[in-house]
Structure formats: C-alpha cells, structure tokens
C-alpha cells in the first residue's frame, strides 16, 4: 500500500499569515504516460463531508479560493494557504488516488494562533 | 444539481449485517468510479471500496469478504452491503464519486453513522 504521511499534526497560523501542510508518499504517485502526480488535497470543517480543494497535485477545484494552492516535488507534496481566513480552520487531508487501496494522510488540524 | 444522498446506517449488533444506500441525482451512477469511505469517530478517512463505471470493484483488505459494493442503475443508486460487523467497523460512511477515472473525489455525500456495538 502508499502510505501518506502527513506533517505537522496539527498548525496554529495568524490571521493572514501562510500555512503550509506537508505530506509525503512512500512511493512514487506520477503516472508516467501523462506526467500527473496521483493526488489530491481536501478540507474537513466538524460534522461536514471533505471537500476537495486541489487535484492533481497541483490544480485547483473550481470555486476554490486562490489562496489555496498545491506543489509537488518527487514524493513530497505541500499544500499552502498564502493568507490564513477565519474560515480555513479545519482538518486538511492528502489523499493518493495512484492505485488501490486509495490512502489518505493522517490529517492536519489547522487552527488560528 | 449534482448530489449524494445516503441511508441505512443505524446501530447494529457484531456480526450483523447493514446494507448503506448512496441515492445519486444530477449525474449518473454507472458513468462513474464510486467510491466508499469511512470515518471513525475523531479518526481520519478510509477508503473503503471502490465501483468503476465497467462494473469491477476494489476492497480494503479490512473489509474484503465482508462487504459488497454495488449499483442499481435503473435507480441510479449505490450500495454497500455490509456483513460479519465487527465494533471496528463503526464510522459515518460517505459515498463519494470520483472526478474522472482513477481522479480525487469531487462530490460527497453528507454520510450515515454506523455503530456496531451490543
């Protein structure tokens, strides 16, 4: 199985301040016949379903804030929200959907300091 | 518009049976990869089982043997039928369908709890 490996655990950030998320694969996600890195970002907010934000690695999901952007380099993605809203506070997960089993990072609780 | 709606969750005794239902509308079923995914309480996701739109399945190894995903496409509907319930089965279950063949989920249901407990 990929295993995602997520860092940190948890993140408190400034109103307006950067966050950035890691996470990490423990084998290679890119599909060489099309150069796409197999994975995918989402927020969790309490008693609500995910919600995907990036593809792709990289490409963000329609009416999704361009505050929010995804990198990837070799197996180590990153997720970063240039400028942290009230509204951002949830549980961000990776999620590699190369093959199956699909594997999804442990999570990150993003808070404000 | 597009959305997932499930039902069938509930408390249910260990090694009990529970079939989940995903009730699909704005797009359709059989023209998807569909997907199961589980949250335990206060843990993180987990996929479950996947159906992809030529009508093959793919099981977690915790559940293979136990669970069967299915579709109803006159109905537009997705399963999980659930068998041999185990306490660690308990969690809210999603339905979720993929953007594209082998993509990232871009719709979820809003889930049904499951609780396997005497």
């Known amino acids: 199985d990929v295993v995602m490996t997520q860092s940190p655990n948890s993140l408190a950030v400034s109103l307006g301040e950067r966050a950035t998320i890691n996470c990490k694969s423990s084998?290679?996600?890119?599909?060489?016949?099309?150069?796409?890195?197999?994975l995918g970002w989402y927020q969790q907010k309490p008693g609500q379903p995910p919600k995907l934000l990036i593809y792709w690695a990289s490409t963000r999901e329609s009416g999704v804030p361009d505050r929010f952007s995804g990198s990837a380099s070799g197996t180590d993605f990153t997720l970063t929200i240039s400028s942290l809203q009230a509204e951002d506070v949830a549980v961000y997960y990776c999620q590699q959907y190369y093959r199956t089993p699909y594997t999804f990072g442990q999570g990150t609780k993003l808070e404000i300091k | 518009e597009v959305q997932l709606v499930e039902s069938g969750g509930g408390l249910i005794q260990p090694g009990g049976s529970l079939r989940l239902s995903c009730a699909a509308s704005?797009?359709?079923?059989?023209?998807?990869?569909m997907s199961w995914v589980r949250q335990a309480p206060g843990k993180g996701l987990e996929w479950v089982s996947l159906?992809?739109?030529?009508?093959?399945?793919y099981y977690a190894d915790s559940v293979e043997g136990r669970f069967t995903i299915s579709r109803d496409d006159s109905r537009n509907i997705l399963y999980l039928q659930m068998n041999s319930l185990r306490a660690e089965d308990t969690a809210v279950y999603y339905c979720?369908?993929?953007?594209?063949?082998?993509?990232?989920?871009?719709?979820w249901g809003q889930g049904t709890m499951v609780t396997v407990s005497s």
């Open positions: 979720a369908r993929e953007r594209g063949r082998w993509e990232a989920f871009d719709i």
């Open positions: 084998q290679s996600v890119l599909y060489s016949s099309n150069d796409k890195n197999y």
């Open positions: 704005g797009f359709i079923v059989s023209r998807n990869y």
């Open positions: 159906i992809y739109s030529g009508g093959g399945t």
